[in-house]
């Protein structure tokens, strides 16, 4: 089986992590290690012995691994399924974050997680995604996400009002700081910080969330994952920005027509058999005991 190693290779564990995969990985016959040639920018490379053949760049790395390998924090996963495009290889999340949900792997278990993937006692989680088109000028652009779309007022404090249709169907105009589209995986990120619902990461529905919505009355709503759902808007703030799981930003104007539905792409997350959802849900929640 081969493997390929991405991540946040500014976190200085990246690459003490890279080298026990290796020891391990190359301990299996058929089996190797590959990593992105991204690790050349960090301030941390410098003494790290990597062979050249074994450095690809990102692009070639995802196309010839079964496994790619993300190092870092959740923010780190949803940077390498946005980089992987349409080819949508299984990713092996190792936790070297200070917070996240998605990675099923740490520093002191990885060895045994990779022992499992090599012996295919592992499953894959076909996780939905998000896409998003921007409509301007006759010109449409499109993007994927895999926890959520944000529209928010930029750097202007003015209010937004943002006219929201679901299939074709008027549903109501808020006013608000701006509004959070999430999937059931991003239910747990931006939207739940303002005041959105958890949603099992395996159902399948798109959440809207108000950010600080002017009326109290404004609040979040669950819609299948059939749903296609366009917003106009009615003001604009002079610097409207649209935000793709918080990671790529475009700027937009009032007279940009917004559509979000499900994407036709999956993200593909390992999990294992002992995974535990909710176990890691009470963890980072830190609902310790009973919740009262």
């Known amino acids: 089986m081969i493997f390929g190693y991405s991540g946040n290779f ?4 990246f690459f003490k992590v890279f080298q ?9 016959p058929d089996s190797d290690l590959f990593i992105s040639s991204d690790f050349q920018l960090s301030n941390f490379s410098s003494g790290v012995q990597i062979l050249r053949d074994k450095i690809l760049s990102f692009e070639e790395l995802n196309k010839k691994c079964d496994v790619i390998i993300s190092s ?6 949803l940077s390498t399924v946005r980089r992987q495009g349409s080819l949508l290889k299984p990713i092996l999340g190792i936790h070297i974050g200070s917070f996240g949900f998605l990675a099923q792997s740490t520093e002191s278990d990885m060895e045994e997680k990779i022992n499992k993937i090599i012996n295919r006692e592992y499953i894959i989680e076909k996780r ?68 959105g619902p958890i949603i099992s990461p395996d159902m399948k529905a798109i959440i ?34 649209l935000a793709v799981d918080g990671q790529v930003r475009i700027q937009i104007k009032k ?23 909710f176990s890691t849900l009470r963890n980072k929640m830190n609902w310790l005991g009973n919740v009262k």
């Open 10 to 13: 500014r976190k200085k564990n």
């Open 20 to 28: 026990s995969l290796h020891t391990v990985i190359n301990s299996f």
């Open 72 to 77: 870092g924090g959740d923010g780190t996963i």
């Open 128 to 195: 939905m995604m998000l896409e998003v088109s921007i409509s301007s000028n006759q010109q449409r652009i499109k993007y994927n996400a895999l926890n959520d779309v944000i529209i928010d007022q930029g750097e202007s404090i003015r209010l937004l009002k943002c006219k929201v249709q679901v299939n074709g169907i008027y549903l109501n105009t808020y006013t608000s700081d701006g509004l959070i589209f999430a999937s059931p995986t991003g239910s747990t990120a931006y939207s739940l910080s303002s005041g």
């Open 208 to 241: 809207l969330t108000p950010i600080c919505p002017q009326s109290l009355s404004a609040r979040p709503i669950i819609f299948s994952d059939n749903s296609a759902i366009s917003i106009e808007f009615e003001s604009d703030s002079g610097g409207m920005i």
């Open 255 to 277: 007279t940009d027509v917004i559509n979000i539905q499900k994407s036709k792409n999956k993200a593909n997350i390992i999990q294992f058999n002992d995974s535990d959802y």
